[in-house]
Every structure is written in structure tokens, then in C-alpha cells.
């Protein structure tokens, strides 16, 4: 079974901190994402990386950055986090081509305040 | 205009009914197209990806209408177990990437 983990189910951060949220797959997917998850909007696309040390940016980029530095893993970094990305972030990691499934992390629930 | 649109519900019907989603795209360029199914406070999983000759997985069919933007999902003799939010997902990434847009979800309660 494909497993996508994430370090922390439940998270809360002050504003201002730097906050790293991580993500590991086991199934040597090259594709990674990361979504934000909100009432109303929907899953939204952050950041995705289709390579080690290559990323590129989704729908809503600002105030975050990633790394990748091993194929099975996924960082998200908010650099100086604010009430407004109180969320619930998840990450996915899926194989090569478009079609291919994405497997969904359980999903870190970040507070700010 | 959102990229995907779908009805957010909900959705109640008994078991044992039939029930259809429908959604709505905006990016004609799309090239693939998923339904994916959100258990309360879980991740999202696939339930299907969409063909353009339409589709069926047991109780399930997706249709893809490329002329209308429509995607469909059709279900079945509905089980409690079909209680979900059941989202609309289309790949809007070319060049071979996915750039999924996920619609916001359609929930549906099934009850005895």
C-alpha cells in the first residue's frame, strides 16, 4: 500500500514563527504536492515538485516555500506564519504522467494565533 | 468564475436510490478529469478518473462531456457507506504535470 505520512496531525504556531511541516512517501513517487484546505475553497494547490531540488509553484505560492532534498521528501515552509494560513494542509505524492492517482497524507491541522 | 464548479449539497437521499453530481469546468484544455471521494475529517482518495467514452466502476459512472465542460458521476443502489463529499478534479497542468483543480465537493448523506 502506498503510504504518504505527515509529521504532525495537529499544530499550533504563534504568528511570526517559522513553521516546517513535512512530508514522506514510500512508494518512490517523483511528483509531490502540497495543498491548503479550506471551507468553501476547496483544496488549493500550493507548491509541487516534480523532481529532487526542482519545485514549482501552484495556485497560491505566497508566504510559503518548499524543499525537497530527498526523492521521498517534502518540506513546506511558512517563513513568519500569520493567522491567515490557518488551515489544514495536505500533502500528495503521485508517479509520472497526468493521469496517474495522487495519494493524499491525513492532512496537518495548523493553527495561528 | 471558479475553475471548477460544483453543487456543494448535500445531497439526502435513502438507501438504495440513485443520485448524480454534476460539474462544470472552464479550462477547455484540460486533458485529464477524476472523481475523488473526502470521508469526514480524511484525506482525499480516487474513486475513478473520467474517460471521454464514459466510464463505470461497479455502482459508479462518470461522464465527460468535452463540448459542455460537464463532468457527471452517477451512483447506484446508494449504501450508507456512499456517505461522503465527493469532489470534481481536473488536471489543468500541460507538459506532462499535473496541476490538479479540485472542486470544492459535493456531500452526500445516505440514510436507512
Known amino acids: 500500500d502506498v503510504k504518504v505520512t505527515q509529521s504532525s496531525r495537529y499544530l499550533v504556531k504563534r504568528t511570526g514563527e517559522k513553521v516546517f511541516l513535512e512530508c514522506v512517501q514510500d512508494?518512490?513517487?517523483?511528483?509531490m504536492f502540497w495543498y491548503r484546505q479550506d471551507p468553501g475553497l476547496g483544496l488549493r494547490l500550493i507548491y509541487f515538485?516534480?523532481?529532487?531540488?526542482?519545485?514549482e509553484k501552484g495556485d497560491i505560492p505566497e508566504g510559503y516555500s518548499v524543499s525537497r532534498e530527498k526523492k521521498e521528501r517534502f518540506s513546506l515552509i511558512l517563513e513568519s506564519a500569520s493567522t491567515n494560513q490557518t488551515s489544514m494542509y495536505l500533502c500528495a505524492s503521485s508517479g509520472t504522467g497526468t493521469a496517474n492517482e495522487q495519494y493524499f497524507g491525513p492532512g496537518t491541522r495548523l493553527t495561528v494565533t | 468564475r471558479k475553475e471548477v464548479e460544483q453543487d456543494p449539497g448535500p445531497f439526502n437521499v435513502p438507501e438504495g436510490a440513485t443520485v448524480a453530481f454534476n460539474c462544470t469546468y472552464s479550462?477547455?484544455?484540460?486533458?485529464?478529469f477524476f472523481w475523488y471521494r473526502q470521508d469526514c475529517r480524511k484525506e482525499p482518495k480516487l474513486l475513478m478518473s473520467v474517460y471521454s467514452s464514459g466510464n463505470e466502476d461497479g455502482r459508479f459512472t462518470a461522464q465527460l462531456n468535452r463540448a459542455s465542460q460537464y463532468i457527471s458521476l452517477l451512483i447506484r443502489d446508494s449504501k450508507l457507506s456512499d456517505s461522503a463529499t465527493y469532489l470534481c478534479v481536473v488536471n489543468k497542468g500541460n507538459t506532462g504535470f499535473q496541476k490538479l483543480v479540485f472542486g470544492t465537493g459535493t456531500r452526500l448523506l445516505v440514510s436507512p
Open positions: 479550462n477547455s484544455a484540460s486533458q485529464s
Open positions: 512508494m518512490d513517487h517523483e511528483n
Open positions: 515538485s516534480y523532481d529532487v531540488k526542482m519545485k
